[in-house]
């Protein structure tokens, strides 16, 4: 990572030579920067909500503003604007408008406030000696009449329940069209592969492990699908498909999808386990998409969508539309149904008739008690990062939505990991289904990635990052991760008032802004998103080269998602992870998962595991002592500190 990508002689996201910092026109430099100054309490409305306003106006002045704010003590911070004269002088007018607005907002208010009469004075509440309205509310409870009739309950009979709604499941099933799922031709080359060079296929492709979810014993697993490694071996009688997928410039499939494919082609149930960038999405999408074509009810009377992808954010369901337009088969239209987007839009496309829809669970149960979408028709159902969906707490819209599909449905699940919640989806949802899982099942973080630590304090982050960006390379691209929503901004408008262009992403910004910030670092306009981890998922931007975890993630499921932003596609990728005395819970974990990526772990971060260790085993034992009989004392302040 040699060199400062702010320096002259770099190119711009169009491969231009000039500085970094182009706006859209090639900026001009009349000797010095101009400075102005501008009083202190404004300056967060010049540099804007993660750094836009400052963007805004370089965009539109063709000039390069840096605040600095060495003399803010003294009440006023200066701002330096380097460009052409005309830039520079509508830039200035375009700051003192922000300046002067701000200034007449805060007269008003002072007004307001001064005309404003309260009302709320302490007088007005009960004259004790404290005021403590749940505790009148808990007494009002108390003086209620006890002498009120019991509910009469009954036990329930659930065998009784669990019958009819069985019963009720079959009567539903026959009056429904019929159903073909099974469309797989075993190919030669792939029926010829004895069990020994199964076995070495798998291990040799990421360590493929395949067997049915709940089988009883290893006698369920003998009719597994074998593994494909060719393209030909599922679609040489696709010839249109075939087509699309030589467009893309493939080789070969990836190892998810040599077992994914066979098997949902069979009409299989599947749970794909796999890290991010596996090649997940396209695992699914095509034998989805046979699927649709296949089926003997013509497509204008199936009364509605054959395919439902449900996706738990906006930026993953969007890029799941993305990859879907690269694939033309058969005229077969989709539509992208989220939050934030156009209501009117999406009701309007999907009206016109869709064969898969792509949706979040919140809009989707909307559109869907509207009457805009009729999931009784989905034949072929996808939960897309289903761990992700549950930690979101979208499983009350799931099982609602499930509801209305027919039960005899093919259900394909993913996810990056295991958890107990996913679990008890797959068993509620899904018929005996095959699990693939690529790599491992415990939490292993992408192997493509080099992952470094560093134990620093909390006010010594700011520094490191600032150092990190300045030794980045002009290609390189990263993502910086914050814990809080006012964090990114924060760190955001910061690296803008020095002068590094930046975009953020978190979920308090509009759309419109969210995907404008996507489109930014995917196109090289800027080389740095900041962003909470509303964005460590669904985020498929190839050329990543960087992660770093500015705020280390409470749980480590979130960090390999978010170290699962590079090193994707078959390239490599670097993360950087800064850890202080708080985070030294996550240290044994963290551990783990360097070590079996077989990555150097800092004596630094093997002394914070020990020392946490040893204070939870002190911290258990004299809660064991306390509950023996014995006082204790206060207990609430031993144990905190680190030491």
Known sequence: MAGNWRGEGKQDFRGQPGRVFTAKRPMQHDGEPFR???????????????GSKIREIQDQCNVHLRVDKTTMDSGVVVVEIQGDASGIDMAKRMINDVVNEHSNQQENGQRMRQDRNFGDNRRDRPQKSYYNGGSDR????????????????????????????????????????PLIKQFYEEHPEVSSLTSDQIIEFRKSNNNIMVDRT???DSSDNVDIPKPIFKFEHCFSAYPDIMEEIKKQGFEKPSPIQCQAWPILMSGEDLIGIAQTGSGKTLAFLLPGM???????????????????????????????RDEVAKYHFRGMKSVCVYGGGSTKEQIQTVERGVEIVIATPGRLNDL?????????????????????????????????????????????????????GVRRL????????????????????????????????????????????????????????????????????ELCMVGYNCQVIHGDREQADREKAVQDIKSGYVRILVATDVASRG????????????????????????????????????????????????????????????????????????RFSAMKER?????????????????????RRYN
């Open 290 to 320: 046979i699927h649709t074509e296949l089926q003997p009810i013509p497509r204008s009377e199936r009364g509605g969508p054959n395919v439902l992808v449900m996706a738990p954010t906006r930026e993953l369901a969007l890029q799941i």
């Open 214 to 216: 709940f089988a009883k």
């Open 138 to 177: 808990q007494a009002q409870f108390q003086d209620a009449p006890q002498n009120a009739p019991q509910q009469d309950f009954q036990l329930i009979d659930w065998n009784s329940v669990n019958e009819a709604q069985d019963k009720l499941q079959k009567e539903k099933l026959k009056t429904l069209p």
């Open 368 to 420: 869907v008690a509207r009457g805009t979408i009729d999931v009784s028709s989905i034949t072929y159902l996808v939960l897309d990062e289903a761990d992700r969906m549950l930690d979101m707490g979208f499983e009350p819209q799931i099982r609602k939505i499930l509801l209305d599909v027919r039960p005899d449905r093919q259900t394909i699940m993913t996810s990056a990991t295991w958890p107990p």
């Open 619 to 639: 911290r258990d034992n004299e809660r064991a002592a306390a509950f023996g009989g014995g006082g204790g004392g206060d207990r609430r302040s031993q144990g």
């Open 539 to 610: 985020l498929d931007i190839e050329d990543i080269t960087h992660v770093v975890n500015y705020d280390f993630p409470k749980n480590m499921e979130e960090y390999v998602h978010r170290v699962g932003r590079t090193g994707r596609a078959g390239r490599t990728g670097t993360s950087l992870s800064l850890l202080t005395r708080k985070d030294w819970g996550s240290a044994a974990e963290l551990i783990k998962i360097l070590e079996e990526a077989d990555q150097d772990v800092p004596d630094e971060l093997r002394s914070m595991a020990d």
């Open 426 to 493: 797959a068993q509620s949802y899904m018929n005996n289904p095959i699990q693939v899982y690529v790599g491992t099942l415990d939490l292993a973080a992408v192997h493509s990635v080099s992952q470094n630590v560093e134990i620093v304090d909390e006010n010594e982050k700011y520094d490191r990052i600032q150092q990190f960006v300045q030794d980045m390379a002009p290609k390189d691209k990263a993502i910086i991760f914050c814990g809080k929503k006012a964090r990114a901004d924060e760190l955001a408008s």
């Open 36 to 50: 102005m100054e501008i009083q202190s309490g404004c300056t967060g409305r010049v540099i804007g909500r993660g």
